[in-house]
């Protein structure tokens, strides 16, 4: 079985601040993980992935993640926030030794940036 | 490019009756996905298939939800006689291969509400 946490329903931040979205994953084997964001009545877009190799991994408009194994972590960050950053965001895993087609969201964070 | 389409984007249906949902994948995706959004919570995995085989379908929740695609572009999902709990926004996404580190590709998704 594979699982997603993300622990915090909302984050707020300042614009110009760093921003960070916490997740947790759960797989029997090795993770392929995921982060989408998702802007009102619009489908998920994908930020980035981790798949091997680096722990630090970059993505679109300015994120990053951080993939830790012993922790079982994937946090996303960002270091200077835009207002335009507000959005739901959804972390993702896939097992590899499983259906490793099959994607388990996570409940999603939803994101204010103020000006 | 095109991305993934989905059609329509709202459908509104009384409870009893039928709706197919389309969704038109990514040019040469082979992997084809359906996904059931409640309101505030994560995508969840309806079905899977590569080119026109329905590989897993684990997710549908009852046998009034079908999916097909017959020739392995175009995907429908329908549902037969509509209950109010089948009320979410149904997401397809498309990917080059289903296995893999491959990012999924979502459309807009189609908000279904059964009154």
């Known amino acids: 079985a594979q699982s997603v946490a993300q622990p915090e329903d909302q984050v707020n931040v300042a614009e110009g601040n760093p921003l960070t979205v916490k997740c947790t994953y759960s797989?029997?084997?090795?993770?392929?993980l995921f982060w989408y964001v998702q802007y009102p009545n619009r489908g998920l877009q994908f930020l980035l992935k981790y798949i091997t190799g680096d722990n630090l991994v970059k993505g679109s408009y300015g994120f990053e993640a951080e993939f830790n194994k012993s922790q079982t972590s994937f946090h996303l960050k960002k270091p200077s926030a835009l207002v335009s950053d507000s959005a739901l965001y959804f972390c993702?895993?896939?097992?590899?030794?499983?259906?490793?087609?099959?994607?388990?969201f996570g409940a999603g964070t939803t994101v204010t940036v103020r000006a | 490019g095109a991305g993934v389409s989905q059609s329509p984007r709202y459908k509104v249906a009384k409870r009893g009756q039928d709706v197919a949902l389309r969704c038109d994948p990514i040019?040469?995706?082979?992997?084809l996905f359906w996904y059931q959004q409640a309101l505030g919570q994560g995508p969840e995995f309806l079905t899977y298939?590569?080119?026109?085989?329905?590989?897993?379908k684990s997710g549908l929740p009852s046998d009034r939800f079908f999916a097909e695609r017959p020739e392995g572009s175009v995907s429908t999902l329908k549902i037969q006689r509509t209950q109010q709990e089948d009320s979410a926004v149904y997401l397809c996404?498309?990917?080059?291969?289903?296995?893999?580190?491959?990012?999924?590709?979502f459309g807009p998704g189609t908000r279904l509400t059964v009154l």
């Open positions: 996404a498309s990917s080059l291969s289903g296995a893999g580190g491959n990012e999924q590709f």
């Open positions: 797989v029997s084997g090795n993770p392929y």
């Open positions: 298939f590569q080119n026109e085989a329905q590989l897993d």
């Open positions: 993702a895993v896939r097992d590899m030794w499983g259906d490793d087609y099959k994607l388990s």
């Open positions: 040019s040469g995706h082979v992997s």
